[in-house]
């Protein structure tokens, strides 16, 4: 099993930049396919990006590429999402999960989710 702990959310401006970050404790880190999602007010959670276990391999939506980068740190057990240029429909609980062997989008696959963290982005 990995626990997932996610911090660096907050309230920013239209433009800004945020990093939020995760660390697993728990089974090595490295063996885990690592995600970022999201979910606002009334609305389905959403996938943002992923990185696989090396960090050689990103997927990002469509709505956060270009502005949002996934990384990871294997030996500090932490994943990060770097996000700029934030817009207001950013806002939205942002939330890590981890699984094995799973690399795709669709949330209901990730075994481990965190707390999530909120951001805000005011016009």
């Known amino acids: 099993q990995v626990q997932l702990v996610e911090s660096g959310g907050g309230l920013v401006q239209a433009g800004d930049s945020l990093r939020l970050s995760c660390v697993a404790s728990g089974r090595a880190f490295s063996r885990y396919v690592m995600g970022w999602f999201r979910q606002a007010p009334g609305k389905e959670r959403e996938f943002v990006a992923t990185?696989?276990?090396?960090?050689?391999?990103?997927s990002y939506s469509d709505s956060v590429k270009g502005r949002f980068t996934i990384s990871r740190d294997n030996a500090k057990s932490t994943v990060y999402l770097q996000m700029n240029s934030l817009k207001p429909e950013d806002t939205a609980v942002y939330y890590c999960?981890?699984?094995?062997?799973?690399?795709?989008?669709?949330?209901?696959?990730?075994?481990?989710w965190g707390q999530g963290t909120q951001v805000t982005v005011s016009s």
């Open positions: 999960a981890a699984d094995v062997d799973y690399t795709g989008s669709r949330a209901s696959a990730y075994d481990y």
């Open positions: 990185i696989r276990w090396s960090g050689a391999l990103t």
